[in-house]
């Protein structure tokens, strides 16, 4: 694991650090868009007081903080590797034969984020169990992650393009405390609410903090799972959503490509409407995720 120095001396000092995402960049987004969320969600934790920790495998090494050069390759790079929990020990094998330059979605970045001591972590939307699932059994392996790593995650609920109902089901099921910040409802990505409720209520990132804390000494395992909905000026209609999603879900691919191709896939049929309330609440939630870091730093060391 190569760990930023500022990232390192942040750690031995108790400073707050917010865990990023690599997938959102080389998966989620377009390019140059994804250059441009990458930098500003790094520039939103900073101006809330914490140091930014981007995850990604690179050359068959976990890295802990990406400087810019590295950030520009795993947004223009073609072929990159989408690691998730069952990928990463290919990916940090150093077997040659090995795919060894890969982004990091929730589950492969909860988990260098525990490794790496960092509490706190923000994303735009969580996976979860896809539409079909009886079907299909695909579920997203954040759902597992969520459940298994005490990672605070914070996002802007799970994607709509996903089974909504049992993806919340799932959540209450295997343990995982479902915080909403300044909402009553669990949002659904690009839209403030998917009508179903969270588990409670926090008006203060202070307030999230201590729910962390209390979680944390608990000893059990887990996430505190913070939804942020998104901006009221970026925010969709669930029903508008619903439009794009049944236009054209049938024809998205099976597996791990399938949540890279539904968001480009209604990006354009959104004419881009999507794509500017993704960018919104990844740098939002960044944002969100360095004033909790920061109240949760606060109450370690006092
Ligand atoms: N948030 C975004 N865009 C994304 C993701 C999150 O705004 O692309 C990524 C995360 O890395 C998450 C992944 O783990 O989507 C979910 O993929 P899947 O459904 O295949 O588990
Ligand atoms: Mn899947």
């Known amino acids: 694991m190569r760990i930023l120095p500022e990232i390192e001396a942040t750690r031995q000092a108790g400073g707050a650090i917010v865990a990023l995402e690599s997938t959102l960049i ?31 495998v690179l050359d068959g090494v976990a890295h802990v903080g990406l400087d810019d050069d590295t950030i520009n390759r795993l947004a223009t790079t073609p072929g990159v590797v989408k690691l998730s929990r069952r990928d990463l020990p290919a990916a940090l094998s150093g077997a040659s034969s090995m795919p060894a330059v890969g982004a990091t979605t929730v589950s492969a970045t909860m988990i260098l984020a525990h490794q790496a001591d960092i509490p706190v972590f923000a994303t735009g939307g969580i996976g979860g169990v896809h539409r079909g699932v009886t079907d299909s059994m695909d579920i997203s392996a954040d759902l597992f992650e969520l459940s298994a790593t005490p990672v605070a995650t914070i996002c802007a609920g799970p994607k709509a393009i996903l089974d909504l109902p049992r993806t919340r089901e799932y959540l209450e099921t295997m343990g995982v405390t ?4 300044r909402c009553d409802d669990m949002p659904a990505f690009w839209a403030r609410s998917s009508g179903l409720s969270v588990d409670i209520r926090a008006e203060t990132p202070e307030d999230i903090a201590k729910v962390i804390a209390a979680r944390s000494d608990l ?23 619903e439009g794009w999603i049944e236009s054209c879900i049938d024809s998205a691919p099976a597996g791990a490509a399938a949540t890279p191709w ?8 959104s004419d881009g409407q999507s794509l500017a309330a993704n960018k919104r609440l990844i740098i939002d939630n960044a944002a969100l995720a360095g004033r909790i870091s920061a109240a949760l730093a606060a109450i370690r060391s006092s």
């Open 26 to 56: 080389s998966h989620g987004l377009p390019h140059p868009d994804n250059i441009e969320v990458a930098r500003s969600a790094e520039t939103a934790v900073r101006g809330s007081g914490a140091v930014p920790a981007t995850m990604a």
């Open 178 to 181: 479902l915080v909403g910040y």
């Open 219 to 241: 000893g059990i395992g887990g996430a505190v799972l913070v939804c942020n909905p998104v901006a009221e000026e970026a925010a969709i209609g669930l029903d508008v959503i």
């Open 262 to 269: 539904l968001l480009a896939e209604i990006a354009r049929r």
